[in-house]
T-cell receptor, first 112, second 113 residues
């Protein structure tokens, strides 16, 4: 079945710097890749997603890139702010069924 | 406003008690999920349902059970709670379709003494 690996597990950046979180997946047929942000004590919330027929998607300061050949996708956050501090989860959706396979999570700390 | 409601938000109980965690949704979604998550850690899928009378075990073995008698309601039951069940339980829903965007409830934080 599908397996998703996420790196790094923790990431600390200075405010204003960029942050990049990477995920690799094993099932080349997976076709949908969302990213969730979970602030401390809150529920995970979708921040951006990408389908397998698209290589890059951007929404203001966040972007996601997908490399289907290498089977990896990345979250890019530019001009980081303290409110970006949270745990970020990537996920992949195999073609069959309605499950998402989540990565292990990355704890991002943005220091003022 | 459409949402996912989980009750109780916090629960402290003794070992051996039977408990049911409630999840109700007004999203109109067919798919529902239960995840177990220690704070800030990995999300583990323990049960899911694609519709009424459909339930499946997830990727993480769990001693809990679920039922889906109504589309809006997906309760999770622990017949005999143990300290190892102490965790946060998140309910999620998704609409039909290929994208499978999942929306999460606020969670139930369970402590078993």
């Amino acid at each position: 079945g599908e397996n998703v690996e996420q790196h790094p597990s923790t990431l600390s950046v200075q405010e204003g710097d960029s942050a990049v979180i990477k995920c690799t997946y094993s099932d080349s047929a997976s076709n949908y890749f969302p990213w969730y942000k979970q602030e401390l004590g809150k529920r995970p919330q979708l921040i951006i997603d990408i389908r397998s027929n698209v290589g890059e998607k951007k929404d203001q300061r966040i972007a996601v890139t997908l490399n289907k050949t290498a089977k990896h996708f990345s979250l890019h956050i530019t001009e980081t702010q303290p409110e970006d501090s949270a745990v970020y989860f990537c996920a992949a959706k195999p073609p069959q069924g309605g499950k998402l396979i989540f990565g292990q999570g990355t704890e991002l700390s943005v220091k003022p | 406003e459409a949402d996912i409601y989980q009750t109780p938000r916090y629960l402290v109980i003794g070992t051996g008690k039977k408990i049911t965690l409630e999840c109700s949704q007004t999203m109109g979604h067919d798919k529902m999920y239960w995840y177990q998550q220690d704070p800030g850690m990995e999300l583990h899928l323990i049960h899911y349902s694609y519709g009424v009378n459909s339930t499946e075990k997830g990727d993480l073995s769990s001693e809990s059970t679920v039922s889906r008698i109504r589309t809006e309601h997906f309760p999770l039951t622990l017949e005999s709670a143990r300290p190892s069940h102490t965790s946060q339980y998140l309910c999620a829903t998704a609409e039909a379709g290929a994208k499978n965007i999942q929306y999460f409830g606020a969670g139930t934080r369970l402590s078993v003494l």
